[in-house]
């Protein structure tokens, strides 16, 4: 990203569903002061257009061509460079981390700013809450575009450091043979769709928790 020309304060979209390489370029942008925008990957022509005339983004990374004249980096073609490392940048807790934008149902979806400490403090409140701790297994099965799994599920999985299952979509059937999961994130709970199935849970909540079977899942990173 440092090679590409971004630096601290410029805005980056992101037009991706749920996948690893998503949560590689939020911790990313973090780490460089980058401001995250994720846009809705359901959003049409005018919805996307709207987002990235208003938030003025330096690029957008997508895996497909995207409307309008901001530059377009494909996933495929961001590369790690091999001397790659933290960068030695000092953010303050009130800087601006991300740019998440309203669902835009009673007009034009507005950018909401999400501060480092919004994240934070917000994560530590629910693993407090919810009693999550490393030994817990947590399904995310929410779009990382939302508010709900970029702040809550993912930050209580970075913080934690439990392990996690990301799915790229959450399907219901799939989701309740998924084997294991003490934890998960989903919304809104009690959905018709999810009703009676145990992988319908959704806040997290210590009630929801349990222990299933074996399952292969990813570690929050140590930094």
């Known amino acids: 990203m440092r090679r590409r020309g971004l630096r601290t304060g410029d805005r980056l979209c992101v037009y991706l569903s749920n996948c690893i390489e998503l949560i590689d370029?939020?911790?990313?942008?973090?780490?460089?002061?980058v401001i995250f925008v994720p846009i809705n990957i359901l959003y049409r022509e005018r919805e996307i257009l709207h987002i990235l005339h208003d938030a003025e983004p330096t690029a957008v990374v997508a895996a497909q061509e995207m409307p309008g004249s901001v530059p377009v980096?494909?996933?495929?073609?961001?590369?790690?460079?091999?001397?790659?490392?933290?960068?030695?940048?000092?953010?303050?807790?009130?800087?601006p981390a991300a740019l998440v934008y309203t669902s835009g149902t009673t007009g034009v979806s507005k950018g909401a700013i999400l501060t480092h400490n919004n994240f934070a403090v917000n994560a530590l409140n629910l693993i407090t809450c919810w009693a999550i701790s490393s030994s817990d297994r947590f399904l995310l099965a929410l779009p990382l575009f939302h508010v709900h799994a970029l702040a809550n599920g993912l930050h209580c999985w970075l913080i934690s450091g439990c392990r996690m299952r990301l799915l790229e979509r959450f399907e219901h059937?799939?989701?309740?043979?998924?084997?294991?999961?003490?934890?998960?994130?989903?919304?809104?709970?009690?959905?018709p769709s999810q009703a009676g199935n145990p992988a319908a849970g959704?806040?997290?909540?210590?009630?929801?928790?349990?222990?299933?079977?074996?399952?292969?899942?990813?570690r929050a990173p140590l930094s």
Request: charged content about 25%; aromatic content about 4%; some cysteine.
């Open 25 to 33: 370029l939020f911790v990313a942008s973090v780490k460089l002061g």
């Open 73 to 95: 980096w494909r996933l495929e073609e961001l590369e790690t460079p091999v001397e790659a490392g933290r960068p030695e940048i000092t953010l303050d807790g009130d800087a």
């Open 173 to 191: 059937q799939k989701a309740a043979l998924i084997p294991k999961q003490t934890a998960a994130c989903n919304c809104p709970p009690g959905a």
């Open 202 to 218: 959704c806040t997290l909540s210590a009630p929801q928790k349990t222990a299933w079977g074996e399952n292969r899942e990813i």
